[in-house]
């Protein structure tokens, strides 16, 4: 049994106390800006393109140190001033009482604060500036999106969420797996027999994964990513490998795609740059590969303008300049064809854990 | 046209050969064509007399269930001065008989407009005319009639007199019509004439019994326009020819009626010598007309009483040759008689002959045209200030028509021919029309094109019950609101071509244009009368008037703008910022709201940040 390391992970407690305690210092600064007639505001890291930077030593996108004013002083931002002010409000009774809510939720309960979103991206991005502000993903406001992918194996977890604190649950007793939802994302992750995450980009093949039992046979955690990983997925990794030690490896869709859903998972996205709390900067991408395509000769499928187009964009992108992030790219481009996860059943239906799978994990020691 | 080709044709030969000049080409057209000719003969009159108009226009259809085109009755009732009764067969019933050929702004022309109108109902359905018509406050006559054009007379079927307490005329007449297809013109024709004529009151009764009416929104009349003379700029050769040739430089008819004209004129009852009648003539020379005068010229150079006048017949005078040739009926022979230079009446025989000098011509029968500039005239044309109109030949002329239109020097045509509408009413009425946020008006000083006076009027209005749907223009020509062939007219152009971005409009605006030009001769692009052509100076005029009009509007906007931005403000910040302390009351954990006054004070008063 692995136990969580107490005295290195910062806890879901002791992190809902530090936005709690953010929130209060607000509030104090705009109360006593306007006790004494003045215009309060808020900074904001300024997300704009330039100011979005790759840092080399944490290996993830950041902000710079360009920030903006939003000031009630100016008319044409003191609606969005407001906005922003409600949302932290907002946000501290959900913390306080212990409800979540999804972006869509939080488009509508504006409506009973005289606070009018004109629509749903309008809100999104309010919620954007708030992590800015505290730099805390959104998810720790108990704030998540609709999207959710789910998560399986042996990890026992105790809720925080009120009416279950304290109540503990095995993920692993379950075969369709558990939502990574409001209450799975506030837990606290307490013990596991897990040696290994294995991130993976499809539902279809999770399912396979848990019906061959990988996660006997590999000693992992199994999380279906559902795509391109969802913030609170990408902060369960990370909690993964952060407090319970275990190592995360991802396996994608032969193409583009699916190699940059394993870069994110690792560096993060441009448009989080401005949080920390998502990366796994040590999570391995296991394939599918562009060789793996040649060498496993996988049936393929040619790409389309738009997969050749996306090449052309990553290779701009600082963190494919080197490596096997810039090969595999170039292999792409070179073959202009692509081979999904599930091409391996062509060689039988488990084929992809048989003998895939165990072949890139031995490989995946030497990268 | 002369009276002789009326005489060969048929009246609806007449009527086809003129209609799409006078736009009767189809029921639609010309439905709305009559509407006009019988409102703006209803307001002329009524303009003519300074009396404020009170008109009713009303058509019914025959048989409601009939489709359309069908029999319309259309009548027009006005409170205009009426017609003698004597005169109305002719006004009526003869085609070019109209009181408004002199040179001043009017809306009807050649005295074509109703008699067509009536023509066209004759000719669509048979039925005639009826003409009601009070001149004296005491008596209404009505008059029932045909028109024959082949005599260029009206049939009269029936006329009564009874007894009447107001002045006006009715027209009504039954013509085919597609109301379906006009109505909407019709409407706008009415709409828009009121707002052109503020001092009218107009009601029309629609074929449904619907009713529109326009009350009288000033109750002053403009100023009328006066009859003058025509502009140098303004003429051509034929202009001039016809004038020259005007019956007072002719050597008047000698006949029985003439003679008895000189013996009235002369106080002559018995006849006497040759010589007593020149002495008698002398006496009074300067009370007898000018014919007169010049039969007594003519009888002193032949030495004959008004026996021998009777018995002969002149041929020529040739002032050239200073010789006078007749024929004498009795002896059935021609005589030659000196013209001598010495007589006192050589002098009146020539100028008749030879009409006056070109110095004369030119400040009598012109408007601003005196002697020193008709002197300067006179040598940048190089021709002598004493020549003898009379005696120009035909290529002199046309050198003489050229040189008019060319010489720079003369003054501008005298505007007073002109009836524009005048700021007051005219800024009334929109006023009234368009309740809008901002209005404003101006008129132009007189102007000219080819010696035709003009003058622009516009308006502008923006905001209040005006719809933004965008720009809308209304045009007007004499008081005549233009409403076909939009694209081509000369307003539009000026107003397309207006950047209306540097006025502070934007989008669909609620702006309303109004332009009136009047003129003694608008420049219409086509026959229908319904575009005005572009000539530079009245481009000009029009622009500089919208300019004009649009920098007012812009002052206004801005004014409007930081006003609106002022309140804007201060709601804002009334709204947002209670909200605000409540937010960051619960956030800070504090139990009180913090005194946020001042802040709602302070950012309703702070200027916009950039
Ligand atoms: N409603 C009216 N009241 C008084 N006079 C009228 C009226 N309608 C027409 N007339 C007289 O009849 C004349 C002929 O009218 P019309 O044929 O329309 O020619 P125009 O209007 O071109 O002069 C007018 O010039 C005017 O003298
Ligand atoms: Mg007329």
Known sequence: MRLKNKSNAKTAETRKKRLLSMLEQQGLSIYENLDKGKFPQFVIPSRSVSNIVYDKKIRQYILGSASAVRSSRNMSQLRSYTQLAWLAFFVNRLVREGKSSTLRDIYYSSQAFSIDFEDQPESDNIIVDLEAVLTSPREEFHIFPEERSSVFGDLTIEYTVPGYEGKRMNLSDHPDGYLIGPSLSSAELVDTSAELVIAIEKGGLFTRFVEEKVHQKFKAIIVDTAGQAPRSTRNLLRRLNNEMGLPVVILADGDVYGEHIAMVIKSGSANAAHLRELTVPDAKWLGVWATDIEKYKLPTIPMTESDIKRIYDLQKDPRYQEGNWKKQLEVFLKLKRKAELEAFSKYGLTNITDKYLPAKLEESKSF | ?610
């Open chain 2, 1 to 610: 046209m002369s009276k002789e080709v009326f005489s060969q044709i048929s009246p609806s030969e007449f009527f086809y050969r003129n209609r799409d000049l006078a736009g009767f080409s189809n029921p639609t057209r010309s439905l709305y064509t009559s509407v006009r000719e019988f409102v703006e003969n209803a307001l002329d009159a009524c303009d003519h007399r300074k009396i404020l108009p009170d008109i009713h226009l009303s058509i019914k259809a025959v048989d409601p269930e009939q489709a359309d085109p069908k029999h319309y009755i259309l009548t027009v009732k006005d409170n205009g001065p009426g017609i003698d009764p004597e005169h109305i067969p002719l006004a009526f019933g003869t085609v070019l008989y109209g009181s408004k050929f002199g040179l001043k702004q009017a809306r009807g022309m050649f005295g074509l407009g109703a008699t067509m109108a009536i023509l066209y109902g004759q000719i669509t359905t048979n039925k005639p005319v009826t003409v009601k018509s009070c001149s004296d406050g005491k008596s209404l006559d009505e008059f029932v009639m045909l028109l024959d054009i082949q005599k260029n007379k009206p049939v009269i079927q029936k006329h009564t007199t009874k007894e009447a307490s107001k002045t006006g005329l009715t027209v009504s007449i039954v013509l085919e019509g597609d109301y379906s297809k006009a109505g909407s013109k019709i409407r706008d024709y009415v709409y828009q004439t009121s707002l052109i004529t503020p001092y009218a009151s107009i009601t029309f009764e629609d074929p449904a019994g619907e009713k529109f009416h326009y009350a009288r929104i000033v109750k002053d009349m403009p100023r009328p326009p006066t009859v003058i003379k025509p502009h140098p700029h303004g003429i051509d050769v034929e202009t001039i020819r016809r004038m020259i040739t005007d019956t007072h430089y002719q050597i008047p008819a000698i006949d029985n009626k003439m003679i008895d004209k000189v013996k009235k004129e002369l106080g002559l009852k018995k006849n006497l010598s040759p010589k007593e009648i020149l002495e008698r003539a002398q006496k009074r020379w300067s009370d007898i007309s000018k014919p007169v005068r010049t039969v007594i010229s003519v009888m002193s150079f032949l030495n004959i009483d008004f026996e021998g006048l009777q018995k002969i017949r002149i041929d020529d005078i040739d002032v050239a040759n200073k010789t006078i040739t007749y024929w004498d009926f009795g002896e059935s022979q021609s005589h030659a008689v000196e013209l001598s230079p010495d007589s006192p009446y050589y002098k009146q025989i020539a100028s008749t002959v030879q009409g006056d000098t070109l110095l004369t011509f030119l400040t009598k029968r012109f408007q601003r045209v005196g002697p020193t500039t008709a002197e300067k005239f006179c040598e940048f044309a190089k021709f002598k200030p004493d020549k003898r109109i009379g005696s120009m030949t035909n290529e002199e002329l046309v050198k003489l028509a050229d040189a008019l239109q060319k010489f720079e020097e003369f003054l501008s045509p005298d505007p007073s021919c002109l009836a524009p509408l005048g700021e007051e009413p005219l800024s009334k009425g929109i006023m009234k029309f368009f309740n809008p946020e901002f209005a404003a008006v101006w008129q132009r000083n007189a102007s000219a094109y080819s010696g035709f006076p003009f003058v622009v009027e516009m308006g502008i209005a923006y905001g209040g019950d005006i719809p933004p749907n965008g720009l809308k223009v209304y045009r007007f020509a004499n008081r005549i609101p233009l409403l076909y062939d939009e694209g081509s007219d000369v307003v539009l152009k000026i107003v397309n071509e207006t950047e209306w971005a540097r006025y502070k409009i934007k989008g669909d605006p609620p702006l309303v244009i109004v332009s009136h030009i009047c003129s003694t001769r608008i420049p219409y692009k086509t026959v229908g009368k319904e575009n005005v052509a572009d000539r530079p100076e009245i481009e000009r005029e029009l622009k500089n008037a919208l300019q004009y009009l649009a920098r007012k509007l812009a002052v206004h906007m801005s004014r409007q703008g930081a006003a609106d931005m002022a309140k804007k403000r201060a709601n804002l910040y009334s709204k947002y910022v209670p909200l605000i302390a409540q937010f960051a009351t619960e956030l800070a954990g504090k139990k009180k709201e913090p005194n946020y006054n001042q802040l709602i004070r302070m950012g309703s008063e702070i200027e916009e940040q950039v």
